[in-house]
């Protein structure tokens, strides 16, 4: 046994546990308990120190949601959130006597104060219940009531609360959910969707996190989300982006990805009516075949099988707002796929490469990238690993040199790309001379 470990727990015990709970649930909570070893990893000098602070003011403090979630997954969290019985303006009351830094009071008004300690952020936010809430906002009133916060979470897995001294409090059977891989709502699902319709993305992406079968779904929680799905609309895309990405990349990615479909989902995330279903199905399934896999390859290359066409792709890219560079992914891959699918050897992805670093003046890096998805769309692993190691030569003219040849100013980016094909014809292996000898000056001269 670690002693140093178990003294910590014994004083975190006394300074953390003073408060009752409630007697109908005390036994069944107390037979729930996290190793003492991962509560080592979890109580860094930080945590102490917090656990302190609060306990020496009389408030109640517990870890929350994700973090006791990953702990009975025998996973240590890296982001630990905090619930506590003190209202925000007693958690800055007490931080401000304790000479303690706090920061973001953005989150002030959902009841959520950030304390700086040991280097680290704490998030630690009031128990509240939800008074009135609209799809994407909430009305809260903050509450002593462990239980009622509880209630108005999202998932059961995501509704537990552990205290320091590892004892872990369970409301709705999230615990055994979780053994189970059964991914629900808490209470009424309808109810907790119409809370927040962004919920319908987090389902399907916890679902991919802990679930071990593609399609074990709960038929009352697919039909809740089938009659909510139009709330969807009122959901910005920053939201709905960081959502699916994770979806896309997580387990069972192509199949949540159909089952969302199914469940009308599509239209309202900028899914074009015609999303490809039958493709995202082949591509994910190809990969998985060929050994490559979805956590290595791009979320956008993996939702660039969806997609028939460019214009679908500009349509989605405006509902979610993504980066440029994601737009640029995405465009690329639809565009260029066929290309990748057919190509018989890896001249044809050199040539590629070469029209849009050398013709299109792309960034080399940033094309590189491009060009590596594609292929790993495609399943092309030999081609793969060959572009990632080919450096591509220097071309060796210039607008200056076709100039000095005799071809009008406004005739060089033409005469240029002629070059670039006859290069690439000899193999990327035409030198300075002979590559300008090749050039008809008179034909751009007209």
């Known amino acids: 046994m670690h002693v140093v470990g178990w003294s910590v727990l014994r004083r975190l015990q006394f300074l953390c546990l003073r408060h009752p709970v409630n007697q109908n649930i005390t036994a069944f909570l107390h037979s729930m308990k996290i190793e003492e070893a991962q509560l080592d990893k979890v109580l860094r000098p930080g945590v102490q120190k917090l656990c302190e602070i609060f306990s020496k003011h009389g408030h109640e403090l517990r870890l929350a949601g994700g973090a006791v979630r990953d702990l009975l997954l025998g ?78 979470r999202d998932l059961t897995i995501n509704a537990m609360f552990m205290g320091l001294d590892g004892t872990v409090y369970d409301y709705f059977d999230g615990s055994n959910h979780l053994k189970q891989k059964l991914i629900t709502f808490v209470g009424d699902a309808d109810k907790r969707i119409k809370e927040d319709y962004l919920r319908i993305l987090r389902y399907f992406r916890f679902y991919g996190r ?44 192509g199949e949540l990805l159909i089952k969302m479909v199914e469940c009308g989902v599509g239209p309202y995330i900028g899914f074009a009516p015609n999303f490809d279903c039958a493709n995202v199905r082949s591509v994910y399934t190809k990969c998985e075949e060929a050994g490559i896999s979805t ?16 214009e679908d792709c500009i349509r989605f890219i405006a509902r979610v707002k993504c980066s440029k560079r994601e737009q640029e992914l995405l465009i690329h891959i639809v565009r260029y796929r066929d290309l990748a699918l ?42 793969l690993k060959e572009i990632q190691e080919w450096e591509m030569p220097k071309f060796p003219v210039n607008g200056n040199m076709v100039g000095e040849k005799g071809v009008p100013r406004k005739k060089t980016k033409f005469a240029l790309n002629d070059l670039l094909q006859e290069w690439k014809k000899s193999n990327f292996s035409l030198n300075t001379e002979d590559l300008l000898n090749t050039l008809d000056v008179e034909r751009y001269l007209y």
């Not at 890896?346 to 940033?366: M, N, S, T, Y």
């Open 295 to 310: 956590k290595e390859m791009h979320h956008m290359t993996l939702l660039a099988s969806g997609f028939l066409n460019e």
């Open 342 to 383: 057919h190509a018989t050897s890896v001249k044809v992805i050199k040539d590629h490469l070469a029209d849009l670093i050398i013709g299109e003046r792309r960034h080399k890096d940033i094309t590189v990238f491009y060009v590596s998805e594609l292929l790993k769309y495609s399943c092309q692993l030999p081609y």
């Open 210 to 253: 802990i679930a071990e079968t593609p399609d074990n779904h709960c038929p009352h929680v697919l039909n809740s989300i089938k009659e909510n799905v139009e709330g969807l609309s009122q959901i910005s895309g920053e939201r709905i982006w960081v959502e699916l990405q994770k979806i896309l990349t997580g387990n069972f990615g």
């Open 75 to 152: 996973k240590i969290p890296q982001d630990l959130d905090f619930a506590t019985t003190a209202t925000p303006d007693q958690m800055k009351s007490m931080f401000e006597s304790e000479g303690v830094r706090m920061i973001n009071a953005g989150g002030e008004k959902h009841g959520t104060i950030t304390a700086r300690l040991e280097e680290e952020n704490f998030e630690c936010t009031t128990l509240r219940i939800d008074l009135k809430t609209d799809g994407r906002h909430a009305e809260v009133q903050f509450t002593k009531d462990w239980e009622l916060d509880a209630n108005r």
